[in-house]
């Protein structure tokens, strides 16, 4: 079976290398030149909405999906003429739109934050008086130039905000007074079989996630469980999805879904029965998907800007490594470490020890 | 850093996907162009004795290593003058060499058959009179070619036997009356210090493993960690090495070892705190070593021959499919399928299973 990605960063080479085992090859459709996950593959270097490369990335897979949710919906829509694609166009273009989004998460029960669409800057005054302030006003499309984000903190930083995500429409939610950030991570087959992660508790620090700690038997786990459940369903999923949360004192608050593996669950690759990335491929596939447990207590950091000395990492108990094959550069993430052990205390001295590696949690 | 890799099979594909986390890149000296490393490195397509492909093999690779015990003694030796070389040409001599190979048990006290080497058709009746029948006659040296072996079960089968095997220097072993097979694995860095994995138990069929289980805690354990780390020690080894064994009622017997992974450490991917395949990595690159103890009850079946479906094979709880990438034919190892679980009986269970499947067991 041959695997079509668009996009071939660290996510799609860990795809591939949790995809070859399974008799899977891949071919990845990135522009870099040094796409990391042309190791494990074919590379075809060309722009993403490269009609030409596109179709020949059509031709040449048995089945096609994306390890980055900026893929043009309108692109994978023309492709899925031609080819199965996994997940579907329609799920990827609800995450694009967070005005499609929340709206799904609001037919489905499932609670957000409380938001206006702002599509002038006279909305965006009144919707500022129904949502309260501090606020954040967001594009509605994430768009390939992934146009930010602006907090507000008074009326009089309104205007400023709406030239700073560049007057487009928008969605102005309210600010979530949360305990902890979490993750819910599931695969779906196209047979409607749905396993899910256990959920994860992340720490983000100047927006890029540090660590992650995989909490089976957390008391959140089943409300969790029931809305990604729910989204699956509802979006007749097929692959992996991530569904972000905030932990508040009257429970989950969703803030948004990815439709993909996530960063949150690199930790599966040694800490899960079944890693997020071999599940993925199994759903697209067809095959039967493999359980989601934890096996040990696990905790993953993120290694951002800098790679630290493998020596040093690997003289860590239960420390195991995995680098990117990216070049350094400030804010980018070039791998992560998974701590594995049947003791949690050990697990935590090893996170002290290794975030104090240059670059690492 | 760039792995050199002489030979392109399963082996080197493992530890390739091992590698390529650590990050480590990988070239790949085969002579077949479908070898199935190719997918995950470079691969140099030509012979193991082609002088300008192992130079450019030398000039590319900051270690080398090699994934079969075939490769000429003499080509490995001329390219550790070239580039660090692991584990060593000598060591691998050694192997390659059925006296030298019993000449350094001898010396390190590690139990052998009882032995006589045979240069000529006369010398060959001595030795049976010394060793008794039924006996086995190996060539002494592997070569290229693989030569084979001959059993003579009566003096009247001497000599067709130093004709089937060549008319070349030989060794003529007492058979073994062994109750079990077994295996230990061990990798020894640079600096010395070894890990050695669980001993394992093996089946073979028709010549060829067919399944592996570790087991821990085995009260043979001990003794075969005292021998391969005597082994280790005497080669100044480098890297991964098996020790292949009988136990008989009075313990443990050597057989041969293989200075490499070996098919019995398969199961230690999922089963086994680092792999054999990352520890074989770490060694050569001069990383700390990794734990070696068994994360749960493991089982490993090979897939010989034919494919089975892997959707019934991934239906199994705790099944784990590991294919090659390689064509099916009658004999051949294309993949192999390792069960995890806490409960020895459900791996039990699954074995059943699973062997009742095309090609697998």
Redesign the interface.
Known sequence: MIVGVIGGGQLG?MMG?AG????A?FVFLDPDPDACAR???EHLCADFDDAHALGELARRADVLTFDFENVPESSLASLQERVRVAPSASALGVSQDRRREKEIFRELGIPTAEFRLVDTIDGLASAIDAVGLPAVLKTRSLGYDGKGQAVICSQNEAAAAWDAIGAVPAILEAFVDFTREVSVIAARGSNGHTVIYPLCENVHRDGILRSTRPRPGDPASASAGEMISRLLDALDYVGVLTLELFDTCGGLVANEFAPRVHNSGHWTIEGA??SQFENHI?AI????L??TSA??TCAMLNIVGA?PP??EV??V??A????Y?KAPRPGRKVGHITI?STNAGEVEQAVAALSALEGVG
Chains 1, 2 share one sequence.
């Open positions: 080479r290398l070859l085992p399974l008799g090859r190791d494990v593959g029965r079944t199994r596939a067809g095959l039967p493999g359980e096996v040990e790679i493998a020596e690997l003289a108990p239960g195991h490594l995995h680098l094959g594995r």
